[in-house]
DNA sequence: TATTATTGACTGACTGACTAGTCAATGAAA
DNA sequence: TTTCATTGACTAGTCAGTCAGTCAATAATA
């Protein structure tokens, strides 16, 4: 029943602003890093002048800041689904290492905040500590889940894996940073190492007897 | 019989100064990665005033690839010592992984240089390309060949990671990625990790019947 | 050996270009 | 008419790169 607070055209604006803002910094920041990237090619990209984006954000590393926060979607989704998981254990494996790829590989702004963890982590201390927190706990918790429920349903070995398992999944780390690195020069088949990568890490490379 | 040449003090110290000033802009630029450092905090380690670093160096930037070339000792060893394994191939295979943790995990300088090679990619392309040519490539061929003599003979089953054995051998790159990112904040057990990867991708997570 | 001339590694003040952040003025919406 | 999001000229500071000048080490000469 309450119907739509209708805003006029400025207040429309100004509700949208703060978006546009963060998306073009985004863009901007990924093309040319933290420091090289002026307040005023993110201004140019809105279509404003630099005043504006001083009207909505302190400086330039709040901007900075508040676009990591912007483009962050918290793995908690990904321990949820892996928590919805079912099939074979071996399904549940394949099926969560499907996730990880589609977020860490595939997606441009999970991508791009790794990147940004990586070379911008030195000025930004918090943004490290908060993708610790919503990334890589998340994914261990999630990751130890699986392994230990597989385990005790006696379909996984039991091995020192189990209580690392970042050990098994880790090569998606690989493929992530190659796709980072080497993209545009040099393809990467992602499904043929993603198949792989599932093959080797259910099946080992020792030739059973 | 042909002494080593007799130098002069001048002589000497313009011999050692290239190396002196390369290594601090090592420390400089990995503390505060390429466009926050200035070239006056190299020459202020290095005990010397801009203009010294000018005289050996054209630009900046040129002092910057002279730094990456600098610390970076070639794969080409790795390969040299792959085909010079002996054992069973699981037992290669596990010396093979130690020499990349030795190298890409736990030796400062190729740690970085990775590091230089995500930040500053971008803003030098020729390095990423380097870093192609004298680490990935060597690297795939090395894992490439064990992994096939294994198969030929016998040990290993055949399968898809044979063909990208970056998907077997990847979980280092996450190792190395959150040495990186956390490690003052959050030690990593590497040794642990270390068994734990050989022995998932040697045996797998499924129970043998 | 003692004295003088020359070299060249090194200096540091300087220029020019660039940019984060400010704020008084503007003008379109309400 | 009032409000306020937006402008853009401005300040204050930074830093890559320059270059005329310095002086200690070396070479040449007496």
Redesign the interface.
């Known amino acids: 029943m309450p119907a739509e607070k209708q805003l006029g055209q400025r207040a429309q604006r100004k509700a949208q602003r703060p978006q546009e803002i963060l998306e073009a910094a985004f863009e901007e920041f990924v093309?040319?890093?933290y420091?090289?990237t002026r307040v005023e090619d993110v201004a140019r990209r809105v279509g404003v002048t630099k005043g504006t984006i001083y009207f909505y954000f302190e400086t330039k590393e709040r901007l900075f800041e508040e676009m990591i926060r912007h483009i962050s979607v918290p793995f908690s989704d990904i321990s949820a689904n892996a928590k919805n998981l079912s099939g074979s254990y071996?399904e549940r494996?394949r099926m969560f290492i499907r996730l990880l790829y589609d977020r860490i590989v595939m997606d441009r702004n999970t991508r791009e905040l790794l990147?940004f963890?990586?070379?911008e982590?030195?000025?930004f201390p918090q943004v490290?500590?908060r993708?610790?927190e919503e990334f890589?706990v998340p994914f261990k918790a999630a990751a130890r889940d699986i392994?230990e429920a597989?385990v005790a349903a006696?379909?996984?070995?039991d091995?020192?894996?189990i209580?690392?398992p970042?050990?098994?999944?880790?090569?998606?780390?690989?493929?992530s940073?190659?796709q980072?690195?080497?993209a545009d020069?040099?393809p990467q088949d992602v499904e043929?190492?993603f198949?792989?990568?599932v093959?080797?890490?259910?099946?080992?490379?020792?030739?059973?007897g």
Chains 1, 2 share one sequence.
Not at 154 to 157: M, P, T
Not at 166 to 175: E, Q, V
Not at 202 to 208: E, M, P, R, T, V
């Open positions: 093309e040319r890093g420091v090289a071996s494996i990147r963890v990586l070379t982590g030195s000025r490290v500590d993708h610790h890589i392994l597989g006696g379909e996984f070995r091995g020192p894996v209580k690392i970042d050990a098994a999944i880790g090569a998606t780390m690989m493929l940073v190659w980072m690195l080497f020069r040099k043929a190492f198949e792989a990568h093959d080797v890490i259910l099946n080992g490379l020792i030739a059973k």
